[in-house]
């Protein structure tokens, strides 16, 4: 099993789910992070993190978020292990950001 970002992400990009992961499996999209199917471990850090709960299992997770994780162009350049790394989404409210 592994976790898969989801559609509360689009627009947002919290990115304090990639400050917990132990793995560094984050990648920054334009609109959204996703999370290497290949490389998470499923340790599960990085759900309580998200404070829109866009994270989720693939048991969990529609088909159409489980391919948009998985089919993306893996650039190392937009893997992303810091939070401030992550250029912030429109849509991201001021009172769930977290230092």
């Known amino acids: 099993m592994t976790r898969v ?6 627009g947002c990009k919290y990115a304090d ?4 992961c132990p ?3 984050f990648f920054e999209l334009d609109d959204m992070l996703v999370i290497h199917p ?3 471990i499923d340790c599960e850090a990085c759900d309580p993190e998200c404070p829109v709960d866009a994270i989720v299992t693939d048991d969990d997770a ?3 978020w ?3 994780n998985a089919n ?3 650039d190392e350049a937009k893997r992303r292990s810091k939070k401030d790394e992550v250029t912030p989404g429109p ?3 001021p009172k769930l950001i977290t230092d």
Request: proline share 0%; net charge negative; glycine share 0%.
């Open 62 to 64: 529609d088909d159409l």
């Open 66 to 68: 489980i391919d948009r």
């Open 91 to 93: 849509n991201r409210d």
């Open 5 to 10: 970002v989801t559609e509360a992400c689009v």
């Open 23 to 25: 793995v560094n499996c």
């Open 72 to 74: 993306v162009e893996w």
């Open 38 to 40: 290949d490389e998470c």
């Open 17 to 20: 789910c990639v400050e917990v």
